[in-house]
Nanobody, 114 residues
Framework: QVQLVESGGGLVQPGGSLRLSCAAS????????MGWYRQVPGKQRELVAD??????NYADSVKGRFTISRDNAKNTVYLQMNSLKPEDTAVYYC?????????WGQGTQVTVSS
């Protein structure tokens, strides 16, 4: 069992930055593919970015603005979000996948508004 706890969400003006963190329990963190998803009311949850041992993957809408990284020693994955836009407003969820095992955090709200 893996527990994921997100933090770092909040209200930011367009063009601003936020860094989300996701702390994971367990001692095999390095074996999981970690990802960030987001969801707005009435829409499906969508992948923002994910990171495995040696590669990263980004949604086209965030390429060049967001950066995902992980610190295996701290069991933590980060999402650095720059040049934020109102359309980035959503609840952001941390995700961990290993084989058929999938875990989700509780989500953190990000609101981009002036």
């Amino acid at each position: 069992q893996v527990q994921l706890v997100e933090s770092g969400g909040g209200l930011v003006q367009p063009g601003g930055s936020l860094r989300l963190s996701c702390a994971a329990s367990g001692n095999i963190f390095s074996l999981y593919v970690m990802g960030w998803y987001r969801q707005v009311p009435g829409k499906q949850r969508e992948l923002v970015a994910d990171i495995s041992r040696g590669s990263t993957n980004y949604a086209d809408s965030v390429k060049g603005r967001f950066t995902i990284s992980r610190d295996n020693a701290k069991n933590t994955v980060y999402l650095q979000m720059n040049s934020l836009k109102p359309e980035d407003t959503a609840v952001y969820y941390c995700n961990a996948v290993r084989g058929v095992q999938t875990y989700w955090g509780q989500g953190t709200q990000v609101t981009v508004s002036s």
